[in-house]
């Protein structure tokens, strides 16, 4: 698989290098071929995991859902029919893994936390076989606090650091209006065809595709331990009816701290 890629990109860049006297219309559908071709032949997957508490104790249970799904148009089921999940310690050693099947594009799982796991931040990871061929930055990857009940805050480890950038540029405005939600991804050619570099940039549709929900709970949920009917009802900006695909976790929200910096799977995906 690794060698069919390489050959196809191989092929991509030659077939651009054999642009410098093509017109600039020319230039564009050959381009967006050769994307179409890449896309088709060679398609990506992504995966989400939604975990039903943003960090966890020692003995406790990671309870988790997962969403696979093409990489391009994000409607599409994956290649592959079996995800990995896996914890990676605070050493950076994969401490447990395992296989979940896939029924269409979703699957569900749990991890129990050894009580003698050692508290800090830790990572769950989730991959196909298949997302190994590409880059690693489609392995789905978040950062997942582990606390020791009977200790303080434990400091996280897990932090990028961002270098500053100097030098001449230009500022170009691009209006966001006609642009959907998504991620806009702006490439740089010369006028010989060739990219000269790549920026990607996450827009919010805002207003214009909002979707709306209400959640009701039946008068059971007031009684401890009781059973209850959750009805969720979604619409969109024109009060039309949606439909989806959910997993639901119930926990004590006093006790659990959501970081509203925090990415979701549309974030994710796009």
Not at 19 to 31: A, C, G, Y
Not at 42 to 63: A, N, Q
Not at 94 to 122: F, M, R, T
Request: one cysteine or more.
């Amino acid at each position: 698989m690794r060698n069919n890629i390489l050959y196809s990109l191989v092929f991509f860049l030659i077939a651009i290098s054999n642009l410098s006297f093509t017109p600039p219309n020319e230039i564009m559908r050959i381009l967006l071929e050769r994307l179409e071709f890449l896309t088709k032949n060679f398609p990506h997957e992504k995966v989400y995991i939604h975990t039903d508490k943003p960090h966890y104790t020692l003995g406790d249970t990671i309870w988790y859902s997962l969403t696979a799904t093409d990489a391009s148009i994000h409607s599409q089921k994956p290649v592959s029919g079996l995800v990995y999940v896996q914890i990676i310690g605070p050493d950076s050693s994969v401490i447990v893994q395992k296989g979940i099947l896939l029924n269409e594009q979703h699957g569900s799982g749990e991890i129990a936390i050894d009580p003698k796991w050692k508290p800090g931040a830790y990572l769950i990871q989730a991959y196909t076989n298949y997302m190994r061929n590409y880059h690693a930055g489609y392995v789905y990857t978040k950062e997942l606090m582990i606390w020791d009940a009977a200790t303080d805050a434990v400091k996280s480890d897990f932090f990028l650091s961002i270098d500053s950038l100097s030098g001449a540029s230009k500022l170009l405005k691009i209006g966001k209006v006609p642009i959907p939600s998504g991620v806009a991804q702006f490439t740089l050619f010369n006028k010989e065809g060739m990219p000269l570099c790549e920026r990607a940039v996450f827009l919010d549709g805002g207003s214009t595709d909002v979707v709306k929900g209400d959640i009701s709970l039946s008068y059971a949920y007031q009684n401890t331990r009781s059973k209850t009917d959750v009805v969720v009802r979604l619409k969109d900006n024109n009060s039309n009816g949606l439909k989806g695909n959910f997993s639901v976790s119930v926990f004590d929200k006093n006790n659990t701290n959501f970081n509203a910096a925090d990415g979701d799977i549309r974030t994710f995906f796009y």
